[in-house]
């Protein structure tokens, strides 16, 4: 092998950070004895990589955002440069997070190192022409939803669908032995502080409307990694107790509620895999969200409703991410009566044919033997 360097993993945000950490078991299987070294959280960490830069540095939402946090990210491209060089990895995996990536792709290959593309990122959703960056900076893009790999063959690209690693991360057949509990309503608010701050409040809100009609309602809530119990707690109301739920628990929390109310993100095919009916939300400062609405291509937000292409999950967001319009989608899945449990059920059985769409268990193992016999075939 001409260059034992290790292997550089980048991952900006929560889900990125395990599906990166599952990916390095994988690549440790095939070659024991694998270095690895980049960006990520602790997942990442966990599993053996040296975490030379925090994911939490790059943790911004909308383009408003990652305009006033400009600067920060400038000075971080030119430390991960400088940290590229010095390293001399073997190969440079990116997980996800383009506006970030992609520089650090442009960098890699002026280095010579090759850059494969794992959770490819979501070009189909705006700015396709990003597809020929990928083409010219990329060795490989590894696909893990069913539509991807058909809208790159339309634009000239071969690329590798591997499959979601969800269907490896999540406990399926354990949670599926799981009874939900009739009176609980889980709240997911987003793994980043902007958004949970945009959003935690008006979900606290819409559980206290909830629980005026329905007392026997409780409330429980997942913390994200990288958020403290104090944050999240601050932004709830004294007169509604919620139970704060550890990460490593979620998938129960999840399962156990009758209903779930969620920022966008990975979470809301999580919930969708588990059979959890869910109220998706986000939002954004108001350039951010205008400038989305010239630009974005798909007509869901979440990726069910993408891979089912229907609205399975009722989509709340920016104007109508408020408690009042929260309370009146999640109300009918929350009604004791035979009426809610008849509403219960129709939303669970849309969600019935998702696992099988979303493809079989694997997807690291196979996008980590994808990524080391292309590295093979280059004498690396």
């Not at 299987?29 to 690895?36: S, T, V």
């Not at 995996?93 to 992609?102: E, G, K, Q, S, Y």
């Not at 701050?197 to 809100?205: D, G, K, N």
């Given at each position: 092998m001409n260059n034992p360097g290790p292997i550089w993993i980048s991952?900006?945000?929560?889900?990125?950070?395990?599906?990166?950490?599952?990916?390095?078991?994988?690549?440790?299987?095939?070659?024991?004895?694998?270095?690895?070294?980049?960006?990520?959280?602790?997942?990442?960490?966990?599993?053996?990589?040296?975490?030379?830069?925090?994911?939490?540095?790059?943790?911004?939402?909308?383009?408003?955002?990652?305009?006033?946090?400009?600067p920060r990210i400038l000075k971080l491209l030119g430390e991960v440069k400088r940290a590229l060089v010095e390293t001399k990895p073997r190969a440079l995996?990116?997980?996800?997070?383009?506006?970030?990536?992609?520089r650090v792709a442009r960098m890699a290959k002026k280095l010579g190192i090759p850059v494969y593309y794992y959770v490819s990122p979501q070009v189909w959703a705006w700015r396709s022409g990003r597809v020929e960056f990928l083409r010219r900076f990329t060795r490989r893009v590894l696909c893990i939803l069913p539509f991807e790999k058909d809208f790159y063959a339309a634009r000239g690209m071969d690329v590798d669908y591997v499959g979601?690693?969800?269907?490896?991360?999540?406990?399926?057949?354990?949670?599926?032995?799981?009874?939900?509990?009739?009176?609980?309503?889980?709240?997911?608010?987003?793994?980043?502080?902007?958004?949970?701050?945009?959003?935690?409040?008006?979900?606290?809100?819409?559980?206290?409307?909830?629980?005026?009609?329905?007392?026997?309602?409780?409330?429980?809530?997942?913390r994200a990694p990288g958020l403290d119990a104090e944050y999240l707690r601050s932004f709830l109301p004294p007169d509604l107790p919620v139970e704060l739920v550890e990460p490593e628990e979620r998938y129960r929390m999840m399962r156990k509620s009758r209903a779930l109310l969620a920022a966008s993100g990975t979470v809301t095919l999580?919930?969708?895999?588990?059979?959890?009916?869910?109220?998706?939300?986000?939002r954004l400062s108001g350039l951010s969200y205008a400038i989305g609405k010239l630009v974005v291509q798909v007509k869901f937000g979440s990726l069910p409703n993408l891979i089912l292409d229907r609205e399975v999950f009722p989509e709340l967001i920016q104007d109508r991410a408020k408690a009042t319009f929260f309370a009146e989608?999640?109300?009918?899945?929350?009604?004791?009566?035979?009426?809610g449990e008849e509403a219960l059920e129709a939303a669970r059985a849309e969600l019935a044919g998702l696992r099988a769409k979303v493809g079989a268990p694997g997807a690291a193992a196979r996008a980590a033997g994808i990524i080391l016999n292309d590295l093979a075939s280059l004498g690396r």
């Open positions: 991952a900006g945000e929560a889900s990125g950070d395990i599906h990166a950490a599952s990916l390095l078991g994988e690549l440790r299987a095939i070659e024991p004895g694998l270095n690895a070294v980049g960006m990520g959280g602790p997942a990442l960490t966990k599993a053996g990589c040296d975490v030379r830069f925090p994911m939490r540095l790059i943790s911004l939402v909308g383009l408003t955002e990652v305009l006033s946090g400009l995996i990116l997980i996800d997070c383009p506006d970030f990536h992609f979601h690693p969800l269907m490896d991360q999540m406990p399926l057949a354990e949670l599926d032995a799981i009874r939900p509990d009739p009176d609980l309503l889980g709240l997911l608010p987003g793994s980043r502080r902007k958004e949970v701050a945009a959003l935690l409040p008006e979900f606290a809100q819409a559980a206290l409307l909830l629980r005026r009609e329905l007392p026997n309602l409780r409330v429980t809530m997942a999580e919930a969708a895999l588990i059979g959890t009916p869910t109220v998706m939300s986000y989608r999640l109300r009918p899945w929350l009604d004791p009566g035979p009426e």
